[in-house]
């Protein structure tokens, strides 16, 4: 009888372990999407033409960097493979305006979007052609800023005329800020 009770509670003990560590894991892996799915949503998103397409790890989660090249220059964008949200956008090379030359940029130069829990109503993509509807230019950093003024994307512009910095409401894509720095 004793061991037909250990035998019992042996197997409750291992059963539950199992389904402990099944219902961990499930937790844990979100579905991803696939290489072609994330070319889609970034050239949806974007103007141009992916080069490639990585998969990686940031920051422990399953992301994508991908290589975009367009008229002004060649970006990397970091993916989140879950979501399919941008959560870095960096300028690789920047063509200047006359002659399509290139320069090559530092990582100061960067732009960058931070993924929000929310879909915003203007993209960051979008955000970028409301800022070079207004000035011709090349854009030298780009980031989501979410403070007590509201949620917009801070822009800045490297134009004929100086650096340009460009505020755009991320609800509505209304110009809140357009300054000239000295």
Request: glycine content about 8%; hydrophobic content about 40%.
């Amino acid at each position: 009888m004793k061991k037909l009770l250990i035998i019992s509670t042996g197997i409750v003990v291992f059963l539950l372990a199992v389904v402990g560590v099944t219902q961990l894991n499930a937790g844990t892996s979100s579905a991803q999407l696939a290489e072609g799915e994330i070319v889609e949503k970034v050239g949806n998103e974007y103007p141009g033409d992916v080069t490639n397409v990585d998969p990686l790890q940031h920051n422990g989660q399953p992301a994508y960097e991908v290589e975009l090249a367009n008229d002004q220059g060649v970006y990397a964008l970091m993916i989140d493979a879950a979501e399919g949200e941008v959560m870095n956008l960096e300028i690789i090379e920047a063509r200047t305006e006359s002659g399509g030359e290139s320069e090559e940029e530092t990582n100061d130069e960067e732009e960058e979007t931070e993924s929000v829990d929310d879909e915003l109503p203007v993209s960051a993509a979008e955000a970028v052609q409301i800022a070079a509807n207004e000035v011709d230019g090349i854009i030298e950093e780009m980031e989501l800023e979410i403070d007590d003024e509201g949620t917009y994307y801070e822009i800045e512009i490297e134009s004929s005329s100086g650096d340009i910095d460009i505020d755009i409401d991320a609800y509505t894509g209304e110009i809140l800020v357009f300054s000239y720095d000295d």
